[in-house]
């Protein structure tokens, strides 16, 4: 079954110092994948996508992530992080069966002056 | 891009009464839209899709008697939490669009039971 582990609870980084958030995936073929933020109360946003081709994808708000089959990865990078970042990021992965989307228990993001 | 509004953002009712969230797809038609619920520092559980013009499929786990899902039209579906109890108390929320686009979300229903 498809599986996405996001190892990090929380990170406090601080502003204009870069970011990377680690995700790890499970799954049996070539992976779809996603990264979501979300801010406090609201729904979520897609920062990024990765289907097929170029390994590194740029996504919006200046984030990128960067795949990586041998190592089962999908970490999101930000090279100088703003204050406005903070919030809670999630992986995640489509399940191609029922075209549903699995998410990682979510990594909150801390900024500090 | 596509938009999704979900209607109420927030919602406070008592014990035992039944709350209707609505979710719809604002400029695209969505055969099927999602349900997750999400609780306090947690990440999104799957509840239901949601197909237009048939019943939903629930995720293993979820009471289908007590989240009833319509989706009636193209652009709309809708999430009833019937006989609501303090512990149904949650962030809700809904997605549709083109999966392999990333499925846009709504921006969430927090239901409060008191």
């Known amino acids: 079954a498809q599986s996405v582990t996001q190892p990090d609870i929380h990170i406090t980084v601080s502003e204009g110092a870069s970011l990377e958030l680690r995700c790890n995936y499970s799954?049996?073929?070539?992976?779809?994948l996603f990264w979501y933020v979300q801010s406090p109360g609201q729904g979520l946003q897609l920062l990024l996508k990765?289907?097929?081709?170029?390994?590194l994808v740029q996504g919006i708000k200046g984030f990128e992530a960067e795949f990586k089959r041998s190592q089962s990865s999908f970490n999101l990078r930000k090279p100088s992080v703003h204050w406005s970042d903070a919030a809670e990021y999630f992986c995640?992965?489509?399940?191609?069966?029922?075209?549903?989307?699995?998410f990682g228990a979510g990594t909150r993001l801390f900024v500090k002056a | 891009g596509a938009v999704v509004s979900q209607h109420p953002s927030w919602v406070i009712c008592k014990s035992g009464t039944s709350v209707k969230i609505e979710c719809r797809s604002l400029?695209?038609?969505?055969?099927?839209m999602f349900w997750y619920r999400q609780f306090p520092k947690q990440s999104l559980m799957l509840m239901a899709t949601?197909?237009?013009?048939?019943?939903?499929?629930?995720e293993q786990g979820v009471e289908k008697d007590k989240f009833l899902i319509n989706h009636a039209s193209l652009t709309l579906s809708t999430l009833t939490v019937t006989s609501a109890h303090p512990e149904d108390s949650s962030f809700y929320i809904c997605?549709?669009?083109?999966?392999?686009?990333?499925?846009?979300f709504g921006s969430g229903t927090r239901l409060t039971v008191v």
């Open positions: 949601s197909n237009e013009g048939s019943k939903a499929t629930y």
């Open positions: 799954y049996g073929a070539t992976p779809y």
């Open positions: 995640a992965v489509g399940d191609t069966g029922g075209f549903k989307t699995i």
């Open positions: 400029d695209f038609q969505a055969t099927t």
């Open positions: 990765y289907f097929s081709g170029d390994t």
């Open positions: 997605s549709a669009g083109d999966w392999s686009e990333g499925y846009t």
